[in-house]
């Protein structure tokens, strides 16, 4: 960012819609983005390919998009289910009761293992291979989730950030202040940027992914951020 200009891209660049809330990368050097008219592949600064209802997703405004290991594309579309994109077609899609046990998907995820991750407005779900499975324990809207040393990593919006291992679910903070926006899960810590409550960090266990003894930090305003509400952390390669 500090010697590369910013390129827009739009539907002058073959978009479907200019309104993009979603994106992920995909194993072949592109980017797939969700957008309110449909998924697009980026390449190279243009679009290569759309998919859209037309092509027989569900609908065409994308609440949030994935790419596992193998190349499979998985796009929640707003209010009515998960779409699955293989080779550049629709594969397939879970709707609710079938497969999904929630039509509005907010966050997806693999994790370290290989497993998909599915947030809900209801819940947390997993898939077994051929539907959804909820996990017990979470009951709010999932905006978030990560991963790290065998644990998932789980941003709620109402219950705070909740540590999912072995099956178990556990709060790890919660608190009003503690809508979960964005995780960011490495070896060691979990950052995860709030809704008007800062940027938690969580420190953990490298091997076991337990928080040890007094090992949150909660960093806001009075600590230098330019705001209390962080929708995004990545980390660079400083």
Same mark, same amino acid.
């Given at each position: 960012?500090?010697? +590369?200009?910013?390129?827009?891209?739009?539907?002058?660049? @073959?978009?479907?819609?200019?309104? !993009?809330?979603?994106?992920? !990368?995909?194993?072949?050097?592109?980017? &797939?983005?969700?957008?309110?008219?449909?998924?697009?592949?980026?390449?190279?600064?243009?679009?290569?390919?759309?998919?859209?209802?037309?092509?027989?997703?569900?609908?065409?405004?994308?609440?949030?998009?994935?790419?596992?290991?193998? #190349?499979?594309?998985? !796009?929640?579309?707003?209010?009515? @289910?998960?779409?699955?994109?293989?080779?550049?077609?629709?594969?397939?899609?879970?709707?609710?009761?079938?497969?999904?046990?929630?039509?509005?998907? *907010? $966050?997806?995820?693999?994790?370290?293992?290989?497993?998909?991750?599915?947030?809900?407005?209801?819940?947390? $779900?997993?898939?077994?291979?051929?539907?959804?499975?909820?996990? !017990? @324990?979470?009951?709010?809207?999932?905006?978030?989730?990560?991963? $790290?040393? #065998?644990?998932? &990593?789980?941003?709620?919006?109402?219950?705070?950030?909740?540590?999912?291992?072995?099956?178990?679910?556990?709060?790890?903070?919660?608190?009003?202040?503690?809508? *979960? =926006?964005? *995780?960011? +899960?490495?070896?060691?810590?979990?950052?995860?940027?709030?809704?008007?409550?800062?940027?938690?960090?969580?420190?953990?266990?490298? $091997?076991?992914?337990?928080?040890?003894?007094?090992? *949150?930090?909660? =960093?806001?305003?009075?600590?230098?951020?330019?705001?209390?509400?962080?929708?995004?952390?990545?980390?660079?390669?400083?």
């Amino acid at each position: 960012l500090r010697d +590369a200009p910013f390129t827009p891209i739009t539907t002058a660049e @073959g978009l479907p819609a200019d309104r !993009a809330y979603t994106v992920a !990368a995909d194993p072949n050097g592109g980017v &797939w983005v969700g957008t309110t008219g449909g998924l697009a592949r980026v390449v190279g600064g243009r679009a290569v390919q759309t998919v859209t209802r037309d092509n027989g997703l569900l609908g065409n405004d994308i609440s949030t998009v994935t790419v596992t290991r193998d #190349g499979t594309v998985w !796009a929640g579309i707003e209010g009515e @289910g998960l779409c699955r994109v293989v080779g550049g077609r629709v594969a397939g899609c879970l709707t609710e009761g079938r497969g999904l046990p929630d039509p509005f998907v *907010i $966050s997806l995820h693999e994790d370290t293992s290989g497993t998909l991750w599915a947030g809900t407005s209801t819940g947390l $779900s997993r898939w077994t291979g051929a539907a959804f499975e909820p996990t !017990a @324990g979470i009951e709010a809207p999932v905006t978030a989730l990560g991963s $790290s040393a #065998g644990t998932v &990593w789980v941003g709620t919006y109402g219950a705070g950030l909740v540590r999912v291992r072995d099956g178990e679910a556990e709060t790890v903070v919660g608190t009003e202040d503690d809508n *979960i =926006l964005t *995780i960011h +899960a490495r070896e060691g810590a979990v950052w995860a940027g709030t809704d008007g409550g800062g940027l938690l960090r969580v420190r953990t266990s490298s $091997s076991s992914g337990r928080r040890p003894k007094g090992g *949150i930090l909660r =960093l806001t305003t009075a600590n230098g951020l330019p705001s209390d509400i962080v929708p995004q952390v990545m980390e660079d390669d400083e």
